[in-house]
């Protein structure tokens, strides 16, 4: 029994090593965000308009874009509602000119994904139509590695500027999932551009299977790696932690460190 809680605390300790270098991590590639530039298509982002907010959702609506049921919808928790609320949407192509809008529950749309990529973009944005087709393409390859299939998802935060617009540009994502166009233009896309430090489109960042960010930076790493060797750019001791922890234990060391933290945060508003 001894020797069990020893591994136990073990674990832990190692656990928490390992989140507070994935917090270290996190603050130092904030430092190392491209600077915003131009948004006529020759540089390589796009700046957010100031008045991003109002964008039209309440207009011309996307063909067969699907009603949000609220009745007998089961009840989900976790990081990822926390993130993206309950549902995401993607994208059935019915024929060449027509498709339809199709909702998931997240928690159901995420279970099993390894890496999930959260991407800001817009059609208007010369720079995000140049790199969401080569998105497309390393997503598709990344998702046909032998043991390793459809472990990876893109969701998309979009930052077009109506509904229709949204609808014609998802047409160009494949398989991926996205945040509706409400939610995307809404308080929560705007938290979402905030919490994953947002300075312009395209934006990737990736996230593990609990919700952690792995680099903010994907965007500049998929033109120097198009092959994914190194994909998804975890540092050594992270993806030793994430490949002999389980998930339900590094979610409990998770809950355990964000307990700590605001426990130190609380007696710093005292002192």
């Known amino acids: 029994m001894r020797s069990a809680y020893s591994f136990f605390f073990a674990f832990l300790v190692f656990g928490n090593a390992c989140n507070l270098l994935v917090h270290a991590q996190e603050a130092a590639a904030a430092t190392d965000e491209a600077p915003v530039e131009s948004n006529d298509g020759s540089e390589n982002t796009c700046e957010i308009p100031k008045d991003e907010s109002s964008a039209d959702t309440n207009g011309e609506s996307v063909k067969d ?52 990529g959260v991407y800001f973009s817009a059609d208007w944005c010369g720079p995000c139509r140049q790199f969401t087709p080569e998105l497309v393409s390393f997503y598709d390859k ?87 060797i190194g994909f998804p750019w975890r540092n050594p001791l992270s993806q030793m932690y994430v490949t002999l922890v389980p998930k339900s234990f590094r979610l409990m060391i998770m809950s355990h460190v964000d307990e700590v933290k605001g426990k130190v945060m609380a007696l710093l508003k005292k002192a």
Request: include cysteine; aromatic fraction near 8%; proline fraction near 5%.
């Open 65 to 116: 874009q699907p009603n949000v049921e609220t009745e007998d919808t089961p009840v989900q928790a976790g990081p990822f509602i926390d993130l993206f609320g309950e549902k995401l949407l993607s994208l059935k192509m019915v024929d060449e000119s027509h498709a339809q809008m199709e909702t998931h529950l997240t928690n159901e749309a995420l279970a099993g994904k390894k890496v999930i």
């Open 142 to 228: 990344m998702n046909k590695r032998y043991g390793k299939k459809d472990q990876f998802e893109i969701i998309w935060v979009s930052r077009c500027r109506d509904a229709n617009s949204f609808g014609q540009y998802f047409t160009h994502m494949g398989s991926w999932l996205a945040l509706p166009p409400e939610e995307a233009s809404g308080q929560r896309g705007h938290m979402l551009a905030d919490l994953f430090k947002t300075k312009g489109i395209p934006h990737l960042v990736l996230l593990d299977d609990l919700g952690n960010v792995i680099t903010y930076d994907a965007r500049s790493k998929i033109p120097t790696d198009r092959a994914g």
